[in-house]
Each structure stands twice: as C-alpha cells, then as structure tokens.
C-alpha cells in the first residue's frame, strides 16, 4: 500500500517554525546518531558528553556536565560510565572536595572525539551544511541566541 502523503494542514507562520524546529531537530540527530553509532559505537548522547570535555582545559564536574547537556545526571553517569570502560574519560575527585567527582578526556578521548566529530561533519555535509549559506547560519546563531535568553522559571 502507497504512503499518504500526510500534512499538518493549515499553521500560523510561529507554529510551522516550532515544528519546523522540532523536524529538523529530531531528523538531524538521528543522521548523526546513526553515523556516530555505524562508525564508532558511539551513540550521540556519549558524544554530546565528549564534546563538553573536549571544550575544556581541566576536568568538569560531573553535575556540570548534567547541567550543560540534555541528559538527566543519572544518564550523564551511566555515560561517563560507558565512557570510562572504554577508556574515554577517566574520573578524578576535586581538590577542594573529596566527594565531588571531576571527569575529563583521556587521550584516547580527545582521538575519538576528534575522529567521531569528523564523522558528525561528514553526517551532516548534505542534509545540513551545504544547503544552507553564511547568512543562514547567522540567521539560526541569531534565532538561537534569543531562545536561549528566555526567563527561566
């Protein structure tokens, strides 16, 4: 049987965005997850961890890392956790609080990332990056920029 080629009928401009968003959101993450996943058995939430690290000159905070990411902090320390079995990250208690666990890459870690986020660049090359010009990339740096500034509560 022949798909239907279903619509979302008539929207107002604001809701065809937000669901354009949310498209673009969940058909983005799921090429690079899946490329991720094919290439280096890593899945987009262990990434998305790597790549926190990776932007850091010391290690983090594991509650950090929950904050930053889209994880809950008990899926941020099964990550880690993954992570550390593999020899990604490994894990160190904070100076100043012995209870309080810090976590950063392991070289090993920064070579995965770096070759995992090639893949990432690779997974996204035609669906994302050579459709859309400079300007469009300043349009959504700015578009992101003023959702991020909503009032928290």
Do not use: C
Not at 20 to 36: E, M, P
Not at 116 to 137: C, H, K, S, Y
Request: aromatic letters at 6%.
């Amino acid at each position: 049987m022949p798909r239907a080629d279903i619509t979302l009928g008539e929207l107002a401009d604001r809701d065809h965005a937000f669901y354009g968003l949310v498209w673009a959101g969940t058909t983005l993450t799921a090429a690079v997850d899946r490329a991720l996943v094919q290439a280096h058995d890593l899945p987009l939430s262990w990434f998305e961890v790597m790549l926190w690290l990776h932007g850091q000159g010391e290690p983090v905070a594991a509650s950090d890392l929950g904050a930053k990411t889209l994880l809950s902090r008990s899926q941020v320390s099964r990550v880690v956790d993954s992570l550390q079995s593999r020899g990604l990250v490994e894990r160190s208690t904070a100076p100043a609080d012995a209870r309080s666990v810090r976590v950063a890459l392991t070289a090993a870690g920064r070579d995965t990332f770096a070759a995992a986020d090639a893949t990432r660049r690779e997974a996204l090359a035609a669906v994302f990056n050579d459709l859309l010009d400079d300007d469009d990339i300043t349009a959504l740096e700015a578009v992101w920029e003023k959702l991020k500034r909503r009032p928290t509560g």
